[in-house]
């Protein structure tokens, strides 16, 4: 089945420079991969997600780039402010018991600092 | 207004107590799911559900238990087997049928604590 793998597990950056938070995925049969954004004590939310067809999405200061090849896949945060202080998860989307899901990565804690 | 909505927001268990976590979407998902969250780490899969009347057990399914009745509808119990319920649990759907959106919306969870 499907295993995702994301690093660092804490990144902290200073306000204004950039952020990048890297997943590698096992199973070269996927073909979808989301970022969700989980804020203190709430639930994660969908905050931009990419398709195996595609090798980049941006929207606004966030971005996703996939390497299908080397199967990883990463998001990249500019300007970054303080409300992008959060935990951030990857996903692949990948079969488990016969199933499509979405196989998780072990998030990370983005500190920005002021 | 379509969403995912868990009930109660907190919960309080007493030792050898059973509690059950309530899951309804308005949005016509077929797929559910529940994952229980420790503190600052990950989303473990507990349940999953792709139809009705079907389930599965995910990664760290001992101790608890679901149902699927209605397609709106995935509650999960935690039962006085599971030893160490204190977490904050979350129910998710999907709409598996649906190639433009393969992603999972979430309920505001349900934090739980033994007392």
């Known amino acids: 089945g499907e295993n995702v793998e994301q690093h660092p597990s804490t990144l902290s950056v200073q306000e204004g420079d950039s952020a990048v938070i890297k997943c590698t995925y096992s199973?070269?049969?996927?073909?979808?991969f989301p970022w969700y954004k989980q804020e203190l004590g709430k639930r994660p939310q969908l905050i931009i997600d990419i398709r195996s067809n595609v090798g980049e999405k941006k929207d606004q200061r966030i971005a996703v780039t996939l390497n299908k090849t080397a199967k990883h896949f990463s998001l990249h945060i500019t300007e970054t402010q303080p409300e992008d202080s959060a935990v951030y998860f990857c996903?692949?989307?990948?079969?488990?018991?016969?199933?499509?899901?979405?196989?998780w990565g072990a998030g990370t804690k983005l500190i920005i600092k002021p | 207004d379509g969403g995912i909505t868990q009930s109660p927001k907190y919960l309080f268990r007493k030792e050898g107590q059973n509690v059950t976590l309530s899951c309804e979407q308005n949005?016509?998902?077929?797929?559910m799911y529940w994952y229980r969250q420790d503190p600052g780490q990950g989303l473990r899969l507990i349940y999953y559900?792709?139809?009705?009347?079907?389930?599965q057990k995910g990664d760290i399914a001992e101790g608890y238990s679901v149902s699927r009745e209605k397609k709106e509808s995935f509650p999960l119990t935690v039962t006085s087997a599971q030893k160490n319920p204190t977490a904050f649990y979350l129910c998710a759907s999907s709409d598996r049928g649906s190639p433009s959106n393969y992603g999972y919306t979430f309920g505001s969870g349900t934090r739980l604590t033994v007392v």
């Open positions: 199973d070269s049969a996927s073909n979808y």
């Open positions: 949005l016509n998902h077929d797929a």
């Open positions: 996903a692949a989307r990948g079969i488990m018991d016969s199933n499509y899901q979405l196989i």
């Open positions: 559900s792709q139809i009705v009347n079907d389930f």
